[in-house]
């Protein structure tokens, strides 16, 4: 990462610009949550997709407020929200993702402290979901976030980290690769790596996420590598 990285715990330049966030919303009702790994895949998706969005880029009405975003600090926050809460959510402007269950809304940059009503209400500590059974194995033909085992993570905190990572693997790729993989409907995984693993992923030069240490965990974590599949992403695999 180098000095100018969004991604890291000691303070730079990024830091006097002034600071946005990228609001991200998933759907949690009583008694049918999402499975956590869907959830996390789903949010790195919805990343993805207001990023290779038109209205995100050149004179697009988000362009505007993503540039902002992307020049200072990238910060991530999700909250949840179920029943008239979700309804009043998916009021406001923003892109829904739907994944094999979960649904995150991702909405465009906003002040630190200029969050819509509706969205500030919203909880953001304790989203915590768990998997039904152990997630398959990763698709390797597809981009792999790779999260670190060492750190224990809310399911909020780990689906920005997701975020995070996906859009680390976007800034790595070429416009034709973007488009190949926006086109593609941006299959991705997101898997816990072993430990000898995540060992061998920190070292290799891939994208990795240092935590900012705002929530949860200690500044300068290392939280997510990505690793890019056999068909995009070709600057992302491993030497």
């Known amino acids: 990462m180098t000095s100018e990285s969004p991604f890291r715990s000691q303070a730079g330049p990024r830091d006097l610009a002034p600071q946005f966030v990228l609001p991200l919303v998933v759907r949690v009702e009583r008694g049918d949550p999402p499975a956590r790994t869907d959830a996390l895949e789903t949010a790195a998706r919805a990343v993805l997709t207001i990023l290779g969005d038109a209205r995100s880029v050149g004179e697009g009405e ?3 407020a993503v540039r902002d975003w992307q020049d200072a600090r990238i910060r991530k926050v999700v909250r949840r929200a179920r029943g008239a809460e979700w309804r009043r959510a998916e009021a406001l402007d923003g892109i829904t993702v739907t994944g094999k269950a979960a649904q995150v809304r991702v909405f465009p940059p906003v002040p630190l402290d200029g969050w819509p009503k509706d969205l500030a209400r919203l909880q953001v ?15 390797r033909g597809a981009p792999v976030l790779w999260m670190n085992p060492g750190v224990e993570m809310s399911a909020g905190k780990a689906m920005a980290q ?4 996906a859009q680390l693997a976007w800034w790595e790729l070429s416009d034709e690769e973007r488009a190949a993989w926006r086109e593609a409907g941006f299959p991705l995984c997101v898997r816990t790596a072993d430990p000898a693993r995540w060992s061998e992923l920190t070292a290799s030069g891939l994208p990795l996420v240092r935590d900012a240490g705002f929530t949860e ?4 974590s290392c939280t ?3 690793e890019g599949g056999s068909h995009f992403g070709s600057r992302l695999r491993l030497p």
Do not use: F, K, R, Y
Request: aromatic share 4%; net charge negative; no cysteine.
């Open 125 to 139: 500590s304790g989203t915590d979901l768990d998997d039904p059974g152990a997630p398959a194995a990763a698709d």
């Open 162 to 165: 997701a975020g995070h990572g």
């Open 62 to 64: 988000w362009a505007q």
């Open 224 to 226: 997510v590598v990505a």
């Open 217 to 220: 965990i200690a500044p300068g």
